[in-house]
C-alpha cells in the first residue's frame, strides 16, 4: 500500500469502496485525498487535493476521472464566499483552483472535500447511513448508534456551505470520524486512506448491524392480502402483457428505454401495507430526483387484477400522476427555474409484478431501478427504527431544477438517431440480419436478435454490445409460442419494441417438379406466417404503447422477378411483399409505418449462399460458386457486388430519422436489375 502515489491510493480505495453495493449507490458519492507533489513551476512543494470529479462511478474510477485542485487557492476560496444565495457561483470558482490540465471536472461536492482538514475524505450514500439520516429522529439515533465519533448535519443542499459546515463540525469535534449528513448520507475522513476506508465502512456496518437488531418485525406494515409476488412464470406473463403500455405511460413526453425488475426487494415492498404511503413520500438521496422523479407511479390494484383493469387503471393513473407533477412544478418553479422536463413517471410499480424503470437508454433504464431499489432500502431501515422522513417536496424541487444539473444536461451529446428505439430482428445472428442488427446499434438503437439457435443468436449479440444494447433470443419464427416467448423476452429487457426487421429465411432452388409439398411448405411456414406471426405479435406491443413504429421486411427482388427454378421461395417472398401493403394499409392509424427491401445477390456473409443455394445458382447461371458474387456484379446495372450492409444501410433509412412520410414502399437494394423494377 505505502508503496502507491496518493492519488493511486485514492484510486484503490475508491475502487473497493464502490464496488459493493451496500457501499453507495451507482456514480454516487466522491472521495478525496491530499498531498504534496512538486510544482513544476516553482520548483517548490505544493500541497494538492485529488478529487473524483463530476460524473463516473467509485466502482470503476480512474485517474483520469479524478480533478486535482491547488489545496491554497481552494483555501483562498473561503475569503471571496459570497454567502449561501450565490454558493453555485462557487463551482465555477473551482477552475481556478486546478493544477496543471487535464482531469475531471470538479463536482460540487469539491468544497466539502477541500475544505475539511483531513486527509483522506470519503463521501457516501449506503443505503444503510441514508436509513439513519431520513429518520424522523435521525439526529437523536445517531448519537445512540455513535455515540460523539459520528456527527449529525442537518439537510443542506450539496454546496460550498455544506462543505463549509463539514470542515467546522470536525474542527469542533476532534474525536468524530463522520458524519451523518441529514437526508443525503455520510462523511468520513482519516489521516491515512486505510483510516478513511475503514471509518466509512466502520459508519455504514454499524448502521446496518444496528438496523439488523433493533428494526421493527415488519418495517412496511403487515401483508396486504392479495399484494403477495405472482408465481414467476405468472408474473413474466403479466410484466410482458402489460410492458407496452408501461412504457407508452412512461413515453408521452419522450420515448424512453425500460428496465424490468422483479427482484424480491422490490415484491415484498409492494406486498406490505405501508407502500402507498411510503412511494408517495418520495425518494431523499440528492442523487435520485433527475433519475427516479420524485415518486414514482404505483398501481393501486392487487396482484390478481386482470391485465386489462390494470391497463384501464395505469391509464387513469398516468393522467392523475402528470398532473400531481405538473402541480409540483408550478407551486415550486421560480422565475429562473429550467423549463419543466416532461410529467411522466420514471418508475412505475405494480403489485406483485414487479418495478418497471425508464431512461433515456438501456443503462440510465437500469440505474434508475437501483436507484429505486436502493430508495426501498432506505425506507425499511427509516421505517424499521422511527419514521421515514425525506426532506421537503420544495428542496427536492431544488435539486431536481437545480441550475447546475441544467446545465449539465445541456451539455450532455446529441443523441444517436436511433437513440431510445428498440429493434427486433429475425434471423440476425448472421448475414443481412446481423449486419441490420449492428447498424441499428450503431446508430442507438438497442437489438434483440432473434434466430433459431440460441448460442448464435447471443454470440452475435456479444459481438454487438454488451447487455445494455443487444439481446439474442432463440425462436423459430414459424411457432406462434416461440415468437411469442422471443417478444415477451425483448420487452422485459427493453420494456418495448419500436422497430421489427422480418429477416429470418431460407431458400430452397427447385424447378416445379422438384419442389415437394413439404418444401413448399417450410418455405412459407418461415417466411410468409413467420413474418406475419413476428409482425402480429410485435403490432400488439406497438399499438399498446401508442408510440408508432417500423416494420420492415426483408423481401427479394424475387418477389417481383420469375428466375428460373425458385417457384417456392419467390412465391413467399411475393406473399412477403404484399403483406407490407396490407400491414401499411392496416397499422398506419396507429402512426406505424410497414416497409420493405428487396435485396438481390448478397452472397458474402450469407448463409443462405453458403449452405447450397449458391452452388444451385451458380450451376443455373453457369458459373463458379465462388465467383458468383462478381457474377451477380456484372449482370446489374451499376456493376456492383451488394453486401449485406447495403442492405442494412437501406433498412436504416426506411426506419430513420428522415423517411417519416412513407409507408408501403420497397425498397430495391440490387445495384441495379432492371428486370425486378417496381412499377
Ligand atoms: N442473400 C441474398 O442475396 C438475398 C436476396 C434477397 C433476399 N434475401 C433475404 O434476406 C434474408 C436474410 O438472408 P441472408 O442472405 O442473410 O441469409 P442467412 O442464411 O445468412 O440468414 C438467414 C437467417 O435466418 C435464420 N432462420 C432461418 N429459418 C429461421 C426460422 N424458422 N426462425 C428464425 N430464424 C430462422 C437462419 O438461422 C439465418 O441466421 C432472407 O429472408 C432472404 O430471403 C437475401
Ligand atoms: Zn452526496
Known amino acids: 500500500m505505502t508503496d502507491l502515489t496518493v492519488p493511486q491510493q485514492l484510486i484503490a480505495r475508491s475502487n473497493r469502496l464502490g464496488s459493493d453495493p451496500k457501499n453507495t449507490n451507482y456514480a454516487g458519492g466522491n472521495t478525496s485525498a491530499k498531498g504534496t ?36 487557492r481552494m483555501r483562498a476560496l473561503v475569503d471571496v464566499y459570497p454567502g449561501i444565495e450565490r454558493e453555485d457561483e462557487m463551482v465555477a470558482a473551482f477552475d481556478y483552483c486546478l493544477h496543471g490540465k487535464g482531469g475531471a471536472a470538479p463536482s460540487i461536492d469539491t468544497a466539502m472535500h477541500g475544505l475539511v482538514d483531513a486527509a483522506h475524505v470519503d463521501h457516501l450514500h449506503p443505503d444503510s447511513g441514508i436509513a439513519i439520516a431520513t429518520a424522523a429522529d435521525g439526529e437523536a439515533l445517531t448519537s445512540k448508534i455513535y455515540g460523539d465519533k459520528v456527527v449529525w448535519v442537518p439537510w443542506r443542499r450539496p454546496g460550498f456551505q455544506l462543505g463549509l459546515d463539514i470542515a467546522a463540525i470536525k474542527e469542533k469535534n476532534p474525536q468524530a470520524v463522520g458524519c451523518i449528513l441529514g437526508g443525503h448520507g455520510i462523511t468520513a475522513w482519516g489521516d491515512t486512506s486505510d483510516e478513511a476506508e475503514a471509518n466509512s465502512l466502520w459508519i455504514i456496518d454499524t448502521a446496518a448491524a444496528y438496523i439488523a437488531e433493533n428494526s421493527k418485525a415488519e418495517p412496511f406494515g403487515p401483508a396486504l392480502d392479495g399484494y403477495g409476488a405472482l408465481p414467476e412464470a405468472e408474473r413474466r406473463a403479466k410484466a410482458a402483457a402489460l410492458a407496452g403500455t408501461i412504457r407508452g405511460i412512461a413515453s408521452k413526453d419522450r420515448p424512453m428505454v425500460g428496465h424490468f425488475s422483479d427482484a424480491d426487494v422490490v415484491l415484498d415492498f409492494l406486498a406490505a401495507a405501508e407502500h402507498p404511503r411510503l412511494a408517495a413520500l418520495g425518494t431523499s438521496c ?59 413517471p420514471l418508475i412505475v410499480l405494480v403489485p406483485g409484478v414487479g418495478m418497471f424503470s425508464f ?41 431536481e431544477y437545480w441550475a447546475l444539473e441544467e446545465a449539465k444536461l445541456q451539455r450532455m451529446p446529441k443523441p444517436k438517431p436511433m437513440a431510445s428505439r428498440i429493434a427486433f430482428i429475425t434471423g440476425a445472428a448472421g448475414g443481412i440480419g446481423k449486419a441490420t442488427a449492428k447498424k441499428l446499434a450503431a446508430e442507438g438503437a438497442c437489438v434483440v436478435i432473434a ?76 417466411m410468409a406466417k413467420g413474418s406475419f406471426l413476428v409482425s402480429k405479435a410485435a403490432a400488439t406491443v406497438m399499438i399498446a404503447q401508442e408510440m408508432g413504429g417500423d416494420i420492415i421486411y426483408i423481401s427479394s427482388k424475387n418477389s417481383v422477378f420469375a428466375g428460373p427454378n425458385n417457384i417456392a421461395y419467390s412465391a413467399t417472398k411475393a406473399n412477403q411483399a404484399h403483406q407490407v401493403r396490407l400491414l401499411a394499409a392496416e ?34 447461371y453457369g458459373v463458379e460458386e465462388k465467383d458468383l458474387g462478381k457474377f451477380y456484379a456484372q449482370r446489374t446495372i451499376l456493376k456492383k457486388e451488394v453486401l449485406p450492409e447495403h442492405i442494412a444501410n437501406a433498412v436504416f433509412v426506411l426506419c430513420g430519422p428522415e423517411m417519416t412520410h412513407t409507408t408501403g414502399l420497397h425498397v430495391p437494394v440490387d445495384a441495379g436489375v432492371a428486370a425486378a423494377f417496381l412499377r
Open 37 to 72: 507533489e512538486t510544482d513544476p513551476v516553482t520548483g517548490q512543494p505544493v500541497e494538492l487535493v485529488w478529487v473524483k470529479g463530476s460524473g463516473g462511478d467509485l466502482g470503476t474510477l480512474k485517474e483520469a476521472g479524478l480533478a486535482v485542485l491547488r489545496l491554497d
Open 286 to 344: 440528492p442523487d435520485h430526483f433527475l433519475r427516479t422523479k420524485v415518486k414514482p407511479l404505483v398501481l393501486d390494484l392487487p396482484a390478481s387484477a386482470s391485465v386489462e383493469d390494470s391497463i384501464a387503471r395505469l391509464k387513469e393513473l398516468h393522467e392523475a400522476y402528470r398532473e400531481d407533477y405538473q402541480g409540483y412544478y408550478d407551486r415550486n418553479a421560480t422565475a429562473d427555474s429550467p423549463a419543466i422536463r416532461g410529467a411522466d
Open 359 to 399: 431512461g433515456k437508454d438501456k443503462q440510465t433504464a437500469r440505474v434508475a431501478g437501483e436507484f429505486y431499489t436502493n430508495a426501498i432500502n432506505v425506507m425499511r431501515g427509516a421505517e424499521g427504527l422511527s419514521t421515514y422522513a425525506p426532506i421537503d417536496e420544495a428542496e427536492k424541487f431544488r435539486i
Open 451 to 526: 434466430d433459431l439457435d440460441l448460442a448464435k443468436a447471443q454470440a452475435a449479440a456479444a459481438e454487438i454490445g454488451g447487455a445494455d444494447v443487444a439481446l439474442g433470443v432463440a425462436a423459430d419464427v414459424s411457432d406462434e409460442v416461440a415468437v411469442q416467448a422471443a417478444i415477451d423476452a425483448a420487452v422485459l429487457a427493453f420494456g418495448g419494441i419500436d422497430l421489427v426487421v422480418n429477416n429470418a429465411g431460407l431458400s430452397l432452388s427447385k424447378s416445379l417438379l422438384d419442389t415437394t409439398g413439404e418444401d413448399f411448405d417450410l418455405q412459407h411456414r418461415v
Open 587 to 620: 397499422l398506419g392509424a396507429h402512426g406505424i409505418k410497414v416497409n420493405g427491401v428487396n435485396p438481390d445477390g448478397v452472397v458474402q456473409g450469407s448463409g443462405i449462399f453458403a449452405s447450397g443455394w449458391g452452388a444451385n445458382r451458380a450451376a443455373v
